[in-house]
């Protein structure tokens, strides 16, 4: 399962998607996410969904990555899905005992599910295109107001930017410490939940002693290289807005005309 958690990895690449402005695509991902939430049927959800899949068409990276990005929270969308069906009151259309499914409660759950999707692969597409210095520059450039009122900027960019890059380091940790345990003869999957629980212990500890130990190298390599924050810093490459971000903009403000014009004038029967 850690294997095919993907969040948080950059792969380099040379399409229209990877060559957007950071600043841009961080604004984007936001009004994205806003748009998802905004949507309130069936159809202007799916209009929704379509915009993820053309930008991924545009990002040019394997389909496999959008399975691979999902699959860890299939539980959660199952989980979800299952607490709408059965506990969302409408006009039933199954009843057994105390079990009544109504149709409100399907159509919740199913646009619930789509919901989820989309927000984690429009999500996950913002790390796969986005280098950590790229995405660290967008966030200082975004959040420079703020140093208006004494907001380190600099240094909350840099700590969320480091947070990220960092995760796929971790899980590639934790497998290895895994496959240490169990050469050693510890059991992971039998025996109860608590058992279960126990057993993460010898892998929490050297996980976390690990964890520190790169935080402290990290730290050290900075001060080597003389690094003493946003202060006086200068950046190698200048953004630039260039017709490509306009046109990514646009191409997302018509999508948010669409899921308004579909909430307003969709069929009734498929909307909440």
Not at 26 to 41: H, K, R, W
Not at 87 to 98: A, K, L, M, N
Not at 128 to 137: F, G, K, Q, R
Not at 171 to 177: A, L, P, S
């Amino acid at each position: 399962m850690l294997k095919d958690i993907t969040f948080g990895q950059y792969f380099p690449g040379d399409s229209i998607i990877h060559k957007l402005d950071p600043r841009m695509k961080l604004i984007l991902i936001i009004a994205y996410i806003v748009l998802l939430f905004v949507a309130d049927g069936l159809f202007s959800l799916l209009i929704g969904a379509s915009m993820v899949v053309v930008f991924y068409a545009l990002s040019k990276l394997p389909w496999k990555l959008v399975i691979k990005c999902i699959k860890p929270i299939m539980p959660i969308i199952l989980f979800t899905a299952v607490l709408n069906i059965f506990f969302v009151e409408g006009d039933p259309i199954f009843e057994w005992w105390i079990i009544s499914i109504s149709g409100k409660g399907v159509l919740t759950a199913v646009l619930m599910c789509i919901r989820i999707i989309c927000l984690i692969a429009g999500s996950s597409l913002l790390t796969y295109t986005t280098t950590p210095i790229a995405l660290t520059d967008g966030l200082e450039r975004l959040m420079k107001p703020l140093q208006k009122i004494k907001v380190p900027v600099h240094e909350l960019s840099m700590m969320m930017t480091i947070a990220l890059r960092f995760i796929p380091t971790l899980i590639d940790e934790t497998q290895k410490i895994m496959a240490a345990q169990k050469a050693r003869g510890a059991d992971m999957e039998s025996g109860n939940v608590i058992e279960k629980a126990k057993a993460l212990i010898p892998i929490l500890i050297p996980l976390f002693v690990s964890a520190f130990r790169r935080a402290d190298e990290l730290a050290l390599a900075m001060e080597c290289r003389c690094y003493h924050g946003g202060e006086g810093r200068t950046r190698m490459k200048q953004l630039k807005l260039t017709a490509k971000d306009w046109a990514a903009a646009l191409f997302v403000l018509c999508g948010y005309a669409a899921v308004i014009l579909m909430n307003v004038y969709g069929p009734e029967v498929f909307r909440l």
